[in-house]
C-alpha cells in the first residue's frame, strides 16, 4: 500500500463560463466541484492505476464527509476557484490559504500517520502546510517514516524536510530555484549539491533526474495540449508506484513522464488519459546526463 | 415577529485582491464568508434595528451549522463568489445556481413555515427559488399566510406570486422591466397595472412606491458611495418592519430609502451605517406623484 499525506486538502471548484469579465456578474450554470489538493490528486491517479492505496491528511467543514480517512479538523478547508473561460480557454485561480491547524489537531496526524505507515511501502508528503501546522511538520513525518517517503512541497517545508533525508524530492523549476537560492544552471550539479534523489519537472521539455546512482533526462514523444494542473501529481504518483515496487531509477522516470504527459491530457486533475499512457509508455527517451 | 424566507440561501465568499487578472493565478490572502442570499441580508438588517425576526430556507452542506431556523436538505447550499480588486475598486461576482430541492424537502419548508407565520405579524419572501423547487412554491406561501407578505424575487416566481396577492413587491428596474414585458415609461400606470402595491427601487434615484392610497417618489438628500449589494434587501427590512406595524406608507418609503442609503455606506451585505441612517431619517424627500 502506498500512504498519501495531504495537510492542505482543498475543495475544487471549477466555474466554467463563456467570458471572464472583470467588473462583472457571471451566472455560473457549470459547477463542478471534488476534493483537491496535491496529494489527493496523487491518490486519484493511483486508484486509477489500479494501486491500493491510503490517504490521509487534514479534513474539515464540507470536505470532512467527502474524505474520510482524514483527520477532521474544527477549521474548514480550503477552496480552490478556477474560473475557465470557454471564448479564450484561459484558467484563472484563486487560492486560499488554508484553515488554521491546532497543536492537538497537528499531534492526531501524527498519530494517523504512524498508525497507517505500518501498512505502507511508500508514503508520499504533498502540498503546502495548513496555517498553524509546524514548519518542520513533514520533517517529523520523514523522520518516523521506516519505509521510503516522497516529498513535494514548497518553501521552508521542503528546506526543513530535505534536512530530515526523504527518498525523493520533486521540484518544478521555480520550487528548485527558491531551495537553490538562485536559478537553476548546470542540473546535474545543482541537484548532487542537495544530497537527496531529484526529480525536477521541466514543463513541456519532461524531466531530470538525480541520484546516487546516476542522473538521467527523459523526455516525451511528443508535446501534449491540455491542462497542466494536476501533471506533477501524476508525475509523482509513478515514483511513488515505482519506489514502493524497486524499480530502477530510469525505468521509473520514463513511467513517470508518460503518466504526467496523459494527465496534461485531461480536463480534471488526478486523472490521466489511458490511451495516451500506453501510447507514451514504451516511448519516452531517456538517456544518462 | 417578522418572518423571512430564504429558499437560495448561499454562502457568501469575498476574495480581496490587489488586482484580478483574468488567465492568472491568485494567491488570496483575505478570505471572508458569511451565510447570504437576500432574505438572509433582511434578516440581518432587521436583526441590526433590533427588530424581532424569525428566519428560515434550505440550509445544505457547511450552511447547516450556520443557518440553524433553516430545513436541511441533502445537497449543498450554492456558492457567490466575490472577487474585489483593491487596485481600481471593481466587484466581480461568481453566482452558482443553487442546489437541487426534492417533494419532500419543499414539503418540509411549507410545513415549517405554517407553524412559524402563527408568530407572525409580517413576512418576506426574498430571492430566487432553487432548482426543483416549484415556480408557484411563493404563490403557495402567500396564499397560507394570514398575514401580509412582501416578495422580492425575479422572473417567473415574480409573476406567479404576484396572481396571488401579496401585500407588496419590491423589484428593481430590470426585474421590473422583465415582470412587465417592457421596459417601464410612466411608473404610475406600470405599477397600477400590476394590481398589487409595488416599490420600485430605481438606484441612486431613489424608490417609487405605488399603492391603492396614493403614489409617492423618494430620493437620498445625497448621494452614498459605497457597496451596493444589499442596498435592496436594506431596503425591503424597512417595509417589514412598517408594514408589520401598521405605518403610513409615505413614512416607510422614506425610512427604506434612508436605510437603503446606509446599507449602501457599509462594505458587507445585511449590513447598515448606523450614523449614515440616522442623518438621512429626516432628510429624504417624499413626494406625491
Do not use: M
Not at 54 to 61: D, I, K, L, P, W
Not at 94 to 119: K, M
Amino acid at each position: 500500500v502506498i500512504l498519501t499525506v495531504t495537510p492542505n486538502a482543498a475543495l475544487d471548484v471549477t466555474y466554467r463560463v463563456d467570458a471572464l469579465r472583470a467588473g462583472g456578474t457571471h451566472r455560473v450554470d457549470d459547477v463542478h466541484t471534488r476534493p483537491g489538493g496535491k496529494g489527493v490528486n496523487v491518490t486519484d491517479v493511483l486508484t486509477q492505476l489500479g494501486e491500493p492505496v491510503h490517504a490521509t491528511g487534514f479534513a474539515g467543514g464540507d470536505l470532512r464527509d467527502e474524505l474520510p480517512g482524514f483527520v477532521p479538523i474544527a477549521g474548514h478547508s480550503r477552496r480552490t476557484v478556477t474560473v475557465l473561460s470557454t471564448s479564450d480557454g484561459s484558467a484563472t485561480l484563486f487560492n486560499e490559504p488554508g484553515p488554521h491547524i491546532s497543536p492537538g489537531e497537528w499531534a492526531a496526524l501524527v498519530e494517523r500517520f504512524d498508525d497507517l505507515v505500518t501498512n505502507a511501502r511508500a508514503v508520499v508528503l504533498s502540498g503546502s502546510l495548513p496555517p498553524g501546522a509546524p514548519l518542520d511538520g513533514y520533517a517529523q513525518l520523514i523522520r518516523r517514516s521506516p519505509v521510503p517517503v516522497i516529498l513535494d512541497t514548497d518553501g521552508e517545508p521542503l528546506r526543513r524536510g530535505l534536512a530530515a533525508g526523504p527518498a525523493l524530492i520533486k521540484p518544478n523549476h521555480d520550487e528548485l530555484t527558491r531551495l537553490l537560492g538562485r536559478a537553476p544552471g548546470d542540473l546535474r550539479a545543482d541537484c548532487a549539491e542537495l544530497g537527496v534523489p531529484v526529480a525536477a519537472t521541466l514543463g513541456a521539455h519532461g524531466a531530470f533526474l538525480s541520484t546516487p546512482e546516476g542522473t538521467w533526462r527523459a523526455e516525451p514523444p511528443r508535446a501534449v495540449q491540455g491542462n497542466p494542473t494536476g501533471a506533477g501529481d501524476a508525475f509523482t504518483a509513478a515514483f511513488a508506484r515505482g519506489i514502493a515496487a524497486g524499480t530502477a531509477w530510469p525505468v521509473i522516470l520514463a513511467d513517470a513522464v508518460a503518466l504526467s504527459a496523459a494527465a496534461v491530457n485531461t480536463p480534471v486533475a488526478g486523472t490521466f488519459h489511458e490511451d495516451t499512457y500506453r501510447e507514451f509508455a514504451d516511448h519516452v527517451r531517456v538517456q544518462e546526463g
